[in-house]
């Protein structure tokens, strides 16, 4: 006796279901590699920025110092000496403040 094959028919929704469960197996990798590059732009474009702000505050700290030097009573009497100015320690008044 020989064996006689059926064949099994596969409705459409199965043939659907089968084609989404595949879509799914190849979407999901692929997401996931595009997800993990994009993180990693990001991190790099974070940790560029973090230098550019450390950069920036250096900028900022030194120039806060020229400012500080610059304002400095010595900076300020040999710039008014350079003018032509003196520095009449009689003409300074304190200005005090009451409640």
């Known amino acids: 006796m020989g064996k ?3 064949k099994v028919k ?3 929704f199965e043939r659907l279901l089968y084609s989404f469960a595949i879509f799914l197996l190849v979407l999901a990798p692929v997401s996931i590699v595009f997800s993990k590059a994009t993180l990693a732009k990001v991190n790099f ?3 560029k920025e973090k230098k550019e702000i ?3 505050k250096k900028t900022n700290e030194s120039l806060a110092m020229a400012i500080d030097e ?4 010595t900076k300020i009497q ?9 520095y009449n320690n009689d ?3 304190s200005v005090t403040e009451e409640n």
């Open 10 to 12: 596969i409705s459409k």
């Open 54 to 56: 450390a950069k920036q």
């Open 91 to 93: 003409n300074i008044k």
């Open 78 to 86: 040999a710039v008014a000496e350079e003018q032509g100015l003196s």
């Open 45 to 47: 474009e974070v940790e």
């Open 70 to 73: 610059l304002a400095s009573l």
């Open 4 to 6: 006689v094959k059926q």
